[in-house]
């Protein structure tokens, strides 16, 4: 017998457990989102208190590797469709400029 994942939210995601919609809608482009403006705001304010500033670029592209996962996860949904993959692109993209 083959070891799973387990059960928690990454590996449900990364197995297709998750219904394209919330994994989108919900992980992607709200809460993902969210995540990223906080650590653009923590970066902003790490430059404000003239900290270094690799420490500002560490807050700033710290949420990249869940962006990766996340935009992954949607790209091997089974009910993936080519506007979706396209928009979940453009999103990573948007997320690394902001």
Known sequence: MGARLG??????????????????????LLWATLLNFAATLAALGAVAAKAPAWLALALHFAPVPYNVFIVAAV?????????????????????LAL
């Open 7 to 28: 059960s928690g939210f990454f590996a449900r995601r990364w197995r297709g457990e998750v219904a394209l919609g919330r994994l989108f809608w919900r992980d992607m």
């Open 75 to 95: 790209w091997r949904s089974r009910a993936c469709a080519p506007l979706t993959r396209t928009a979940s692109v453009a999103w990573f993209a948007a997320m």
